[in-house]
């Protein structure tokens, strides 16, 4: 069950906090991810943060699929 | 799935050059080879398989069976009656969410019973149900706590909201369900031939990658941990092509942006301080060892089932009506066709579901149902 | 038993429809089941159509239930190619409402009224005891001329037309979604909920070959073309990216589990058009404020007749069927 969609966060008041995706905003909890800095993406899952997204990890990712493939679409995101 | 907000980290996990990239190398991979049957045991990957036209984009050698879909479609009868048994009781009101609504129990669904004036609450999260319970003191509300271990971290957050505040008036009726245990008996079964697992991306962010090695190991069928973007179910699929070919049967994070080795250690850490495991019937599959959450017997007092005496809940249980002949567990093993199912498209239709393949809007039946019958051919 | 299902316009509705209303009133105006019926009146030929509204809640950000009204039964109209002359107006208001409420619903009934220049020339009200309705409901009725130029009606569509889309899908069910307090999110999302006259004159007066045009409204553009589609000798290929979307409308949508091509809007609408024309059609849409970001989103293919189809981002593609029941938000 597993709906959970990345948005960022943009406010912070102890557990609480309010993320934000295309100018959807919505409080959600954050008590099982505490360690968060404003900006961050994070996973949203009915209304709580699961995880913080690793963008340095999700970077890293795509540059090994790309060497993998031999592919050169990362200019794109570049 | 797909929210290509331009920014998102996950916006080139959407992108049309890769695809058509690793689609050219899962059909070199795949091509010459044996067929390859992958399981996908996510209600959200069956989604988005179905959403972004994946299946058809696979060489024919690389076929993807749907699982048991989620969590809410295994719902068995006996939990949706005595949620509807709940709403016979004066001033209480369900919480749920809205996947729930039309999963059938022996005689009614929540949608039915809310056309003839029962009271349930659509929610996003949890956490919602105590504005509502805050809103009306007087209203007894009962949050239908189901998911997968993803979902049920909130359903810990909603427990300790209301031990700390002392809300009287709100309740979990709860069935949890472990993902693990039910793998360990999908790939128990003789009939079941699957060479490679999908797994599920935001499970395995709560459980990590570890928990499934000794599944891997011990059934010799390679997995694949799986995000919901393009991107990412297709270098899943390669993986498992690839390790299939190359006769390895290993664990691969193919969604480390968000899951790690050992998983949320504080979202599991919740669920053992209010849940303990049980044994768990799975609509369409049976009773699973283990792979379910109950309360704690300490907590008993936010136990919705509480609400009811006991006499009435045998009185439910003794009265849950299945239908006899549902073929879901043979469908999902690929060892029955849908149509072959005695209920198929007679008594079990997408707007009457009976079985989880039939109740997931995008689970084996319904896709059947929808876009198998009376057009045969690819799409192409 | 009915069930909140059966009015969402998909395939529950459908069924309804055949079953209990076509069986008893079986006459050759409605069997065609069009969003107005075509009638004879001496020597006019008229379009007569009705719509019921109910909305909660009854004031949404880019509209409230007044304005509703009126541009869904004057958009059933515009879509058949009519020019709307007159329109009536029923209320049955629950008893505790607001004055001020009914008098803010009025007074947009008639800012659209104005914008367009078609009155509300009769109407009704009925009070009904608390609870026994939803605030207020409305419906409205309304007749049309129909004079040439007029779209040549779905049995002129053939495989080569192109499909238009009068601008950016879903707005309306995800603005009144986001409205209902008890899912708390935050946006800026507005229900499209305009008429669209104006940009059907505009595209048929241009000169263009205009097969059908229809109002994506419940269930959204997939059942809308699902209907064109449905039992016919053709198919339609529409296309992921071209089928414009705003992003917050995108955002909302995929964290609530919906699916945008089955949400419905209220100020857009869906024509189908030869496709050497095609230019000559968008660029008259787009010198029409209600069609200013109107796009070509798809064609008419021959095969596999009566399907729907979706081309995907990726290249994939999805077969289109009609909503079975309504869309409800989902966390799997």
Redesign the interface.
């Known amino acids: 069950m597993c709906l959970a969609v990345p948005m960022r966060l943009v406010e912070r008041d102890g557990d609480r906090g309010t993320v934000e995706l295309s100018g959807v905003r919505r409080e959600v909890h954050l008590g099982f991810v505490p360690d968060l800095a404003l900006g961050d993406y994070v996973l949203v899952h009915a209304g709580f943060v699961i995880e913080k997204l690793d963008t340095e990890r999700a970077e890293e990712d795509l540059r090994l699929l790309s060497i993998l493939l031999d592919d050169p679409a990362p200019e794109k995101e570049s | 799935m797909s929210v290509s907000s331009s920014d998102s980290p996950s916006a080139a996990f959407a992108d049309p050059a890769r695809c058509a990239a690793l689609r050219r190398e899962i059909e070199k991979t795949a091509s010459g080879g044996p067929p390859i049957t992958l399981m996908e045991v996510c209600g959200t990957h069956t989604t988005a398989l179905f959403r972004f036209g994946l299946r058809e984009m696979l060489p024919p050698e690389v076929r993807v069976i749907s699982g048991p879909g989620c969590p809410v479609c295994v719902t068995p009868t006996a939990y949706i009656d005595l949620a509807l048994r709940l709403l016979d009781e004066p001033r209480l009101a369900l919480v749920t969410f809205g996947d729930m609504m039309r999963v059938p129990g022996s005689r009614s669904s929540l949608e039915r019973r809310r056309a003839r004036g029962g009271r349930v609450e659509v929610v996003y999260s949890a956490l919602d149900a105590l504005a509502l319970a805050a809103a009306e003191p007087q209203t007894r509300f009962v949050f239908l706590a189901v998911g997968f271990e993803t979902t049920a971290p909130g359903s810990a957050l909603l427990l300790r909201a209301i031990a700390e505040r002392r809300i009287a008036n709100l309740y979990l009726l709860v069935a949890h369900k472990l993902v693990p245990p039910a793998l360990e008996a999908l790939l128990g079964r003789p009939d079941l031939r699957v060479d490679g697992l999908i797994l599920p991306g935001h499970v395995s962010v709560i459980l990590g990658t570890e928990v499934y090695r000794p599944i891997a190991e011990r059934h010799g069928v390679p997995g694949v941990v799986c995000g919901f973007e393009p991107v990412d179910l297709l270098s899943g699929i390669l993986e498992l092509v690839r390790m299939r070919r190359d006769g390895t049967a290993a664990i691969v994070n193919r969604y480390g942006r968000a899951v790690t080795p050992q998983g949320n250690r504080l979202a599991r850490a919740s669920l053992s301080e209010w849940f303990l495991e049980e044994d768990a019937e799975w609509r369409g599959l049976g009773p699973i060892p283990g792979s379910g959450l109950r309360l704690r017997p300490e907590f008993s007092s936010y136990d919705g089932l509480g609400l009811l005496p006991p006499s009435e809940i045998r009185k439910v249980e003794e009265a849950v009506r299945d239908h006899e002949g549902c073929r879901c567990g043979d469908v999902l093993c690929g060892t029955v066709a849908p149509p072959e199912c005695p209920l198929f498209g007679e008594v079990c239709t997408p707007e009457n579901p009976i079985g989880a393949c039939m109740v997931s809007t995008e689970g084996t039946c319904a896709a059947y149902f929808k876009y198998a019958r009376g057009w045969s051919g690819g799409v192409r | 038993?009915?069930?909140?299902?059966h009015g969402a316009g998909g395939?529950?509705t459908g069924r309804l429809v055949r079953e209990i209303f076509l069986r008893h009133f079986s006459n050759e105006a409605l069997a065609r089941l069009e969003d107005a019926a075509c009638l004879s009146a001496g020597a006019a030929r008229i379009a007569f159509t009705t719509d019921s509204f109910v909305v909660t809640p009854i004031v949404f950000p880019g509209g409230d239930l007044g304005k509703l009204s009126i541009c869904g039964t004057v958009n059933d109209l515009a879509v058949m190619g009519a020019r709307p002359i007159a329109l009536s107006a029923g209320f049955v208001i629950e008893e505790g409402l607001p004055m001020a409420t009914l008098d803010r619903i009025a007074a947009s009934m008639q800012a659209v009224c104005a914008e367009i220049g078609v009155p509300v020339v009769t109407g009704d009200t009925k009070v009904v005891e608390r609870g026994s309705c939803d605030q207020v409901f409305i419906n409205t009725a309304g007749v049309g001329l129909l004079e040439e130029p007029l779209p040549q009606g779905a049995a002129a569509v053939r495989p080569g037309d192109r499909v238009i889309v009068s601008g950016g899908i879903a707005d309306h069910g995800i603005a009144v979604m986001?409205a209902r307090n008890?899912?708390?999110?935050?946006?800026?999302?507005e229900s499209d909920c305009a008429p669209v006259l104006s940009a059907t004159r505009a595209l048929l007066e241009s000169g263009a070959a205009v097969r059908w045009m229809r109002d994506p409204t419940r269930g959204g553009i997939a059942t809308t073309l699902c209907e064109l589609t449905s039992g016919a000798p053709f198919a339609i290929e529409i296309a992921e990216e071209r089928i414009p979307l705003r992003?917050?409308v995108?955002?909302?949508a995929?964290?609530?589990?919906l699916?945008t091509l089955y949400v419905p809007s209220e100020g857009r609408f869906l024509a189908v058009v030869d496709a050497a024309d095609v230019d000559r059609a968008l660029a008259a849409l787009r010198a029409d404020p209600a069609g200013r970001e109107s796009v070509e989103i798809g064609e008419v293919i021959a095969d596999?007749p009566?399907?729907l189809?979706?081309?995907?981002?990726?290249?994939?593609?999805?077969?289109l069927?009609m909503l079975?029941?309504d869309q409800?938000?989902?966390?799997?």
């Open positions: 038993m009915i069930l909140l299902a395939r529950m986001a008890d899912l708390r999110f935050e946006t800026t999302i992003p917050a995108l955002a909302l995929e964290i609530l589990g699916d596999p009566g399907r189809l979706l081309r995907t981002r990726i290249g994939g593609h999805r077969i069927d079975t029941g409800l938000p989902r966390i799997c």
